[in-house]
């Protein structure tokens, strides 16, 4: 008999790798053998397989089936194997076509009873196939519309595993059978909160546009009640919509992680708010035997919340550190590491002391000292090192009430369009290089000929820098704000006012 062969995806973080999928029956004793690396969940297909082709009614021979997982040395997780290794199997014993299978990818776990069950992460497996040159894809019913958002695939959507041995050339009558679905997401409400609910706090405001014209990180600190999580909230109505590749591996992610994502990509940056209580795996990722995106793999291309910050275990938050830093969120392991985007925009709030009142004009803190610096001595140095913006947030006023609601306060879709405006003026400013934002240039370029400011406009930060008041890194930070504050108003280059409204918003919190 022909040996029957078939491929799958083998996700590893967002990166899939082909699977060469290979069945031979021989004449031994009956027997199901798998080999190449299989886990637990893969390891047990060979139950799942043989009954779902029992009861499809495309049953297995009686005798030995050998399903090899090639590459061998590659680790293989979960149960999307299963309609790959019976079809495999169906082609050995010559059910079903062998040169057919083999020109089609297969994804999809097998019921019992023969129907295929929707998988986790169809959307980057899709891509993956792509990528590796296949034209034809066949995943289950299920997740047949996640798959087709992938351009330039042809996608086969099966119900059971009779239909996919019917596809591929079996002699079988079709039998209809009610295909396994995925509850309908939630309708959510996709409109963003109205930046103009925000009263006083115009200062805050104006941070916030600054952060999201330039993609960069916030830090806001206050008593409780200042508004310091409603104005984190309204950030990502602030951003612009995402382009197509952002969108797409938006979603890859969401579908990584089992959240639904829909016939549409969404255009919307994604926004997660992850609890104090959250550990070092759920904020970055992690797992043992599958490697799952965290929160903030969740809020590439959007914006990461923590609220209450230092309440957060302190190891948990350093663990931000080099994703801050770089870009991506690498996860180790001992066999493989897993690498998920970590291009999102941070932002912190925290009170000022454990009771709150720290600073407050209307109340007094009853922290001691010491309680005081061991409370916000949980954020690192490091970690805040690496946020440009840090601003104080207080409490506002009657008076202050009273003047917000008798002005003209600004609004969501009038503060996106500054932010619009100023992204494009930096993206044609660097269009001959790698970046798009002013958060992602290099101090050494900022500081080199192409970006180089004249002494007299960066002489205030020079001071700062030669009496140690801001690192080298923070020096930078404010340069590139510096940037962001002169395209939203509209300067060719940022001059002194710039630079001092940068330095201001690198060091409110300490001012």
């Known amino acids: 008999m022909p040996i029957g062969r078939t491929y799958a995806i083998s996700l590893l973080g ?4 082909v699977v060469e999928i290979e069945a031979d029956i021989s004449s031994n004793l009956p027997a199901f053998v798998l080999i190449g690396l299989p886990d637990t969940a893969l390891g047990e297909a060979k139950d799942r397989v043989r009954s779902a082709a029992t009861n499809s009614g495309c049953g297995l021979p009686n005798r030995k089936i050998t399903v090899n997982l090639s ?5 293989k997780h979960g149960s999307g194997f299963d309609l790959a290794i ?3 199997a169906l082609a050995a014993a010559g059910t079903v076509s062998a040169e ?24 980057p497996a899709v891509l993956a196939a792509r990528t590796a040159g296949f034209a034809v894809v066949m995943v289950p019913v299920g997740n047949a519309e996640e798959a087709a958002l992938v351009p330039g695939v042809r996608v086969v959507a099966v119900a059971s595993l009779r239909d996919a041995a019917i596809w591929h050339g079996g002699r079988f009558d079709p039998v209809p059978v009610e295909p396994l679905i995925r509850p309908a997401p939630a309708a959510t409400d996709d409109e963003p909160l109205e930046l103009a609910d925000v009263i006083g706090n115009a200062d805050a405001i104006e941070a916030l546009i600054v952060a999201a014209a330039g993609g960069h990180h916030v830090f806001f600190l206050g008593p409780p009640g200042a508004g310091k999580t409603m104005l984190a909230a309204r950030l990502p109505g602030l951003l612009p919509d995402l382009d197509a590749d952002s969108a797409l591996e938006v979603s890859s992610i969401r579908s990584l992680s089992g959240l639904p994502v829909g016939g549409a990509l969404s255009v919307r940056p ?10 070092a795996a759920a904020l970055v990722g992690g797992g043992s035997a599958m490697i799952r995106p965290g929160a903030a793999a969740r809020a590439a291309h959007g914006v990461l919340f923590l609220d209450e910050a230092p309440e957060f275990a302190s190891n948990v938050l350093d663990a931000l550190r080099q994703p801050l830093e770089s870009g991506i969120i690498a996860i180790h392991r001992a066999n493989a590491v897993a690498y998920f985007p970590g291009s999102f925009q941070l932002i912190m709030a925290a009170n000022p002391c454990p009771c709150g009142q720290y600073g407050g004009r209307d109340s007094s803190c009853t922290c001691p000292p010491m309680a005081r610096r061991r409370y916000l001595g949980r954020l690192s140095g490091p970690l805040l090192d690496r946020i440009d913006i840090q601003f104080r947030v207080q409490r506002i006023t009657s008076a202050q009430v009273r003047v917000a609601e008798q002005s003209l306060r600004l609004t969501t879709a009038v503060a996106r369009k500054r932010v619009i405006v100023a992204r494009a003026a930096a993206s044609t400013r660097l269009a001959d290089t790698p970046w798009a934002l002013n958060s992602q240039v290099p101090g050494a370029w900022l500081r080199g000929s192409q970006a180089r400011l004249k002494p007299a406009v960066t002489a205030s930060i020079d001071r700062a820098l030669e009496r140690g008041g801001i690192t080298m890194r923070g020096y930078d930070r404010v340069l590139r704000l510096a940037w962001t504050i ?12 710039h630079i001092g409204q940068a330095l201001y918003l690198r060091r409110a919190i300490s001012s």
């Open 14 to 17: 967002l990166q899939g790798a």
């Open 71 to 75: 590459p061998a040395a590659l680790p």
């Open 86 to 88: 019976a079809l495999s």
């Open 100 to 123: 057919s299978i083999e020109r089609v990818l297969h994804l999809g776990e097998l019921g019992l009873d023969g129907r295929v069950r929707p998988l986790n992460g169809i959307l």
């Open 270 to 279: 994604p926004f997660e708010n992850p609890h104090h209580t959250a550990s």
């Open 486 to 497: 002169a395209d939203l108003d509209g300067a060719n280059t940022p001059g002194e006012g």
